[in-house]
């Protein structure tokens, strides 16, 4: 037996008891006459103690070989601390060991398995296994354990069936690119990992599985912005015979269980927000709402008084920064300057202090008289003290770079509080969204949602005013959630492939088999999927997904431990009948 107990559970109850541990060197402390080993396993630490008049000489030699992180096994005696550890659940005992078992050895750790550790995060990633052993890292995949585990619970005692389906697939549209898998069997194809299991859960529910979901990998080929995945988990969910309200009404239940089960949170019904109006008030349709902050959109105010640059915009909107009048000329040109960054690409920030003693200085003061200010700072919301950041431009753009400075004032103003929660279902989001670059519509969801009912008589005049029946769950300024109601009419759904843009070969070709299904009595049918890794993370007070996914990936896609990608060797290209066009360097 390798051991009677863990590292974190002997405490004054057990003294005299007898015990076996195993576990790994995380200190050793050698005063010569006694030896001090803190023992570690998942579950804690315990302190192991020799000294000159209890224990053998065989002991000491034992102990003075061992290193950090070696695996040892001690049996001994739990005995009463001397100078006892609050900190630590063990901290009133200790083992005074009678045999100490090294069961293998360890070579120096590249960084300290400490809660503080001296690792860098590029040495810990290819370390990954050495970083799991510390506190913050393990814990982290404990959290991300107990709410998988309570999401089973909770959706099973729903009568939801856990279906795995396959991941060598044929390409599902969600907007980005596949990945690619080729076949050796069937020379010069290719599977595609799912970007989702969207179609095969419309499957299975023409398979009249009525409630399906999925604790599931995904994998979709993007540029990787900030803590965004190649692969990532979702919960993913689909239900017939229901229309938005009930899908909508099912999933916040689970939110509202995760949020009390781990939060200790209770809420209400969510509040919820169309996509027009998250837009217009925040310029962005995933808006944080733990604070305000909202736009003010003054295009009609700001217009007509000879600033050449707003009289040429399509939109003037600004917000009004919370007691930061007392940002100096400097941090404003900071500010001008962060805006002016690549990333957001505004071209400049107009802005205008507002004085505690009811005055307004601004950066376009010639232009504008403090009655036009006042009427600004009303639109705004501004109080005395605080400093209105106004900016112009092409509506959608315009409204994505003031949402970002939003964030950025919330950020520095510590408004972004990770204990404070705040969820918001996001509505009658557009079906169709106008992609600039191949000059014609995507679908703004993906192309099996719905569009609504009311709006379907738009859909040939003004296919970009017709709204979908779709919706996302909003967390903290996050999505993590979005579903939809399906078209579940197999004459829709071709029509929907045709103003998307597929030639009705295309369209048989990749969504055929979903076509062919949609003809033998497809129930009416939606649901929704949840970004597990991300919702972890927020529950967890974190926004970072990749500390609660146990072998992440870093931005350029690659896992630096097991250094992949890679290249394969000429056979296995053979057989698959692939050559590389990359020309080596
Ligand atoms: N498949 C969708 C997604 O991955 C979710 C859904 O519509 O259920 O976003």
């Known amino acids: 037996m390798f051991r009677t107990n863990t590292c974190g559970e002997l405490t004054q109850a057990n003294i005299n008891e007898k015990v076996t541990l195993s576990g790994w060197v995380s200190t050793l402390r050698d005063k010569g006459f006694m030896v001090w080993i803190d023992l570690r396993d998942r579950y804690g630490i315990t302190q192991i103690i020799l000294d000159e008049d209890r224990s053998s000489k065989e002991l000491f030699e034992t102990a003075r070989k061992l290193g950090r992180e070696f695996v040892i096994q001690v049996s001994g005696t739990v005995i009463e601390r001397a100078s006892k550890n609050p900190n630590i659940p063990t901290g009133e005992i200790e083992i005074l060991a009678d045999s100490i078992t090294i069961l ?7 960084f300290t398995i400490d809660d503080n550790t001296d690792g860098g995060e590029d040495i810990r990633m290819k370390y990954r296994y050495l970083d799991i052993r510390r506190n913050p890292v393990k814990n982290k995949l404990i959290f991300r354990s107990k709410v998988a585990q309570e999401v089973r619970k909770y959706l099973d005692a729903q009568d939801f069936v856990e279906v795995e389906t396959p991941v060598l697939i044929k390409s599902t549209p969600e907007g980005a690119r596949d990945f690619v898998v080729p076949s050796r069997m069937n020379p010069g194809e290719f599977y595609a990992l799912p970007q989702s299991p969207q179609t095969f859960k419309q499957l299975l529910m023409v398979g009249g599985l009525d409630k399906y979901f999925q604790i599931v990998k995904c994998f979709r080929d993007e540029d990787l912005r900030a803590d965004r995945q190649p692969e990532f988990t979702q919960i993913d969910c689909e239900m017939s015979f229901v229309e938005q309200e009930d899908i909508m009404n099912v999933f916040e239940g689970l939110a509202k269980h995760l949020l009390h089960t781990f939060k ?16 217009r008030r925040y310029g962005n349709d995933k808006p944080d709402i733990r604070f305000g902050m909202e736009f003010g959109e003054i295009t009609d105010l700001a217009k007509g008084h000879d600033f050449k640059i707003f009289d040429e915009q399509e939109l003037i909107v600004g917000i009004a920064a919370e007691g930061c009048n007392s940002y100096t000329r400097k941090d404003i040109d900071k500010l001008i300057e962060w805006v002016q960054r690549p990333q957001i690409a505004a071209t400049g920030l107009v802005w205008v202090r507002c004085n505690e003693d009811g005055t307004y200085k601004s950066s376009v003061d010639k232009f504008y008289t403090q009655e036009d200010l006042a009427a600004w700072a009303e639109r705004m919301n501004a109080k005395a003290g605080d400093l209105l950041l106004v900016m112009s431009g092409n509506t ?7 949402s970002a400075l939003r964030m950025e004032i919330a950020e520095r103003l510590g408004l972004r509080k990770p204990d404070e929660f705040a969820p918001l279902w996001v509505v009658d989001f557009p079906l169709l969204e106008w992609d600039e670059e ?20 738009l859909i040939d005049s003004n296919p970009g005013e017709v709204r979908a029946n779709a919706y996302d769950l909003v967390l903290n300024g996050n999505e993590i959630g979005g579903g939809s109601i399906r078209i579940f009419d197999k004459n829709i759904q071709a029509r929907m492939f045709e103003l998307l843009g597929f030639t009705a070969e295309q369209a048989e070709a990749q969504f055929g088999f979903l076509m062919n299904a949609f003809k033998y009595g497809a ?15 927020i529950l ?3 926004e970072t997904i990749r500390d609660y996914i146990a072998f992440p990936k870093n931005n350029s896609g690659r896992d630096v431990m097991i250094d992949a990608p890679a290249a394969i060797d000429q056979t296995q290209m053979d057989e698959l009948f692939i050559q590389s066009n990359v020309v080596e360097k």
């Open 264 to 279: 200790g949170l209770e809420f209400g019904d969510f509040p919820r927000m169309t996509f027009a109006d998250a837009m």
């Open 396 to 402: 959608n753009k315009v409204r994505a770079q003031l």
């Open 540 to 542: 967890d007070g974190s």
């Open 438 to 457: 191949s000059e014609r519509y995507h679908a703004m969801h993906h192309p099996f949602t719905s569009p609504k009912p009311e709006d379907m008589e």
């Open 104 to 110: 293998n050895e360890s070579a120096l750790p590249p």
């Open 523 to 537: 129930p009416p049918h939606g649901g929704l999927a949840f970004g597990f890794d991300r919702f972890v993370s």
